[in-house]
């Protein structure tokens, strides 16, 4: 008997950690973070003050967990698409690059939040060092494929494939009937097109 409750007692200690999560990442896209407070974020999850400071010490613990897993997250949507791709070199790179523009990555409150956690990685030590690692798992990724499709100086064009993803992005994540997701996924795949042999 004592196993079983204790697996429940975690699962439940887990489950209320990622509704905590969950409900910061709302806050922070809904209200920025002028307006992500621990009684907004609470309200959201539906627990006390009290249990946000047992299981994360405070809101600034909590916004760097929750930087942390969405940054996961996203790891794990373009881990996926490279996997769902044709095992074709050229294939998988074009599928981890215009994951970018598909849903979930262009949910508009993902932008909210992520415009959050980049100000702080400016003046936050912990919150810059989750963006650090998060871009260079990413250009990693990224170099890796590039060199399976034989590109030259794959580490330079993993930095500027980077850029032009994200300005996309951006601009798609800001105004999505500006140009549309069709036409991002095609601008990417004519520059890999014009930077590979």
């Not at 494939?161 to 069709?182: H, K, N, P, R």
Request: hydrophobic content about 50%; charged content about 25%; glycine content about 6%.
């Amino acid at each position: 008997m004592q196993p079983a409750r204790q697996a429940f007692t975690r699962e439940s200690a887990d489950a209320r950690r990622a509704d905590l999560i969950e409900a910061t990442a709302a806050c922070l896209a809904e209200h920025g973070l002028a307006g992500t407070n621990v009684r907004a974020i609470c309200r959201k999850a539906g627990v006390s003050p009290g249990l946000l400071r047992h299981y994360f010490g405070g809101i600034d613990d909590l916004v760097a967990a929750t930087y942390q897993a969405t940054s996961d997250r996203m790891d794990a949507i373009f881990a996926g698409a490279v996997e769902d791709a044709d095992h074709d070199p050229r294939a998988r790179l074009t599928a981890y690059l215009t994951a970018s523009f598909r849903p979930p990555v262009t949910d508009p409150d993902l932008l909210g939040a992520w415009t959050a956690f980049w100000a702080l990685a400016r003046s936050d030590a912990r919150m810059a060092d989750i963006h650090a690692e998060s871009y260079a798992g990413y250009r990693a990724r990224l170099t890796e494929l590039l060199t399976a499709c034989d590109a030259r100086e794959p580490e330079r064009l993993a930095i500027m494939l980077t850029a032009m993803v994200d300005g996309l992005w951006l601009e798609l994540s800001l105004d999505a009937a500006s140009f549309g997701a069709e036409a991002a996924v095609a601008m990417v795949e004519r520059a890999v097109g014009a930077l590979l042999p």
